[in-house]
C-alpha cells in the first residue's frame, strides 16, 4: 500500500475532541525526535528531521476526499512526531482554506516549541495538545529518552511562553508509567510547571496500548490519587480509562462537594468512585443545585455550584 493511501486515517469518535478525521504527517515510517517507552510503536533510533516527507499537495488531494465527511477535528498527527513535518506552516494556511467551522488539532510531544517557525504554525492552529511526561532531566531522559540536542528546561520555557500567546484551545496530557513519573517528587514539579501554564485542561493518562518497551501504567485508582495532589485550580482530568477497576466508595454529602472541590469530575470518574447510595447523594446535590455541570471542549465535569465562577489563581 502506498504512503499516499495512508495518509488520511478515521474519523474516529474521541472522548476529548469529538469526530476527529485523523491526517500522519509520516504514513511510510517511524520518524520522532523521542523513543518513549511507552509507544505503541516499535523502538527506533531518534531524529531531529523528517528523511522521508509527503507533498503539502499530495495531503490536500488526500483531505479533499474526506471532507465532506461529519467531523469536528482534522488532526494532525504522525508516525512520530508531527512538527517534524518541514511544511506545516503551509500545510496549516491550506487546510484553513479549506476546513470551514471544522477545527484544527495537533497532537505533539512540545520538544519543537524551541523552534521558532514551529512555534509560530501551531499558533495558527485552533487547538494544540502538548505533552509533558516530566519536567526533571533525569526522569524526561528515562521516560521520553529525547534525541541527544533536546533539553526539558528549554521544553518547559517554550512551553509556558506559547500558553501566554496562544489564542486557541491548549491542553497538556501526562502519561504516567509506573515507577517513573509517578513519584511524589515529580509530580509536585510537574504541579509548579502546571501552575505558570494557562491550559484548558491536562490530562492525566496512562499506557493504553502494549508498549515498546517492557514497561507498565497505573491504575485508575492511582490516576485519581495523583490528581489529587495538583492544585485545586488546575484543570485536571483523568483520561485513561483501561485500567479502571470500580473503587465504589461510600461518600458523605459533604465528602462529595470536598472531592468536587478540590477536583471536579466526570461522570466517568464519578462511576467508578462512588457506591449506588452515594450516586443517590450526588443526584440529590444536582437536584438541590449545590453541585454543578460545567462543559470543557467536548467534557463536562461536576463540581459544587460555589466554584462555576472562581477564576484560577495566577
Not at 79 to 104: C, F, M, V
Not at 115 to 122: C, K, R
Not at 244 to 256: F, G, H, V, W
Amino acid at each position: 500500500m502506498s504512503a499516499k493511501n495512508n495518509i488520511i486515517f478515521g474519523p474516529i469518535n474521541s472522548r476529548r475532541f469529538g469526530m476527529s478525521l485523523g491526517i500522519d504527517l509520516s504514513p511510510a515510517l517511524k520518524q520522532c525526535n523521542f523513543d518513549c517507552l511507552y509507544c505503541e510503536l516499535a523502538p527506533s533510533a531518534t531524529t531531529d528531521k523528517q528523511s522521508q516527507t509527503v507533498s503539502v499537495e499530495e495531503i490536500i488531494e488526500e483531505l479533499k476526499k474526506h471532507l465532506t465527511l461529519k467531523i469536528d477535528v482534522i488532526t494532525l498527527t504522525a508516525n512520530g512526531e508531527p512538527t517534524l513535518y518541514p511544511h506545516l506552516s503551509e500545510l496549516i494556511e491550506r487546510i484553513d482554506a479549506l476546513k470551514g467551522r471544522t477545527q484544527t488539532l495537533i497532537l505533539t510531544n512540545s520538544a519543537t516549541l524551541i523552534e521558532p517557525n514551529v512555534y509560530n504554525a501551531l499558533l495558527k492552529l485552533d487547538q494544540v495538545k502538548l505533552s509533558l511526561d516530566a519536567v526533571s532531566a533525569d526522569v524526561f531522559k528515562k521516560i521520553d529518552r529525547p534525541h541527544e540536542s533536546i533539553k526539558v528546561d528549554e521544553i518547559v520555557k517554550r512551553v509556558v511562553a506559547f500558553s501566554k500567546e496562544y489564542r486557541g484551545k491548549l491542553f497538556i496530557e501526562i502519561l504516567f508509567v509506573h515507577e517513573l513519573n509517578d513519584t511524589q517528587e515529580e509530580i509536585a514539579k510537574l504541579n509548579d510547571v502546571l501552575l505558570r501554564i494557562d491550559a484548558q485542561r491536562v490530562d492525566l493518562g496512562t499506557i493504553d496500548r502494549p508498549p515498546a518497551y517492557p514497561v507498565v501504567g497505573i491504575s485508575y485508582k492511582e490516576l485519581h490519587d495523583i490528581s489529587m495532589s495538583f492544585d485545586s485550580a488546575l484543570p485536571i482530568h483523568i483520561a485513561s480509562r483501561i485500567h479502571a477497576e470500580p473503587n465504589n466508595t461510600a461518600y458523605t454529602k459533604e465528602e462529595i462537594l470536598n472531592t468536587l472541590d478540590k477536583r471536579p469530575l466526570t461522570q466517568d470518574d464519578i462511576a467508578l468512585l462512588l457506591d449506588e447510595d452515594s450516586k443517590v447523594r450526588l443526584q440529590e446535590l444536582l437536584a438541590s443545585q449545590e453541585v454543578a455541570i460545567k462543559t470543557v471542549g467536548t467534557l463536562e465535569f461536576l463540581l459544587p455550584s460555589k466554584n462555576i465562577k472562581r477564576k484560577r489563581r495566577k
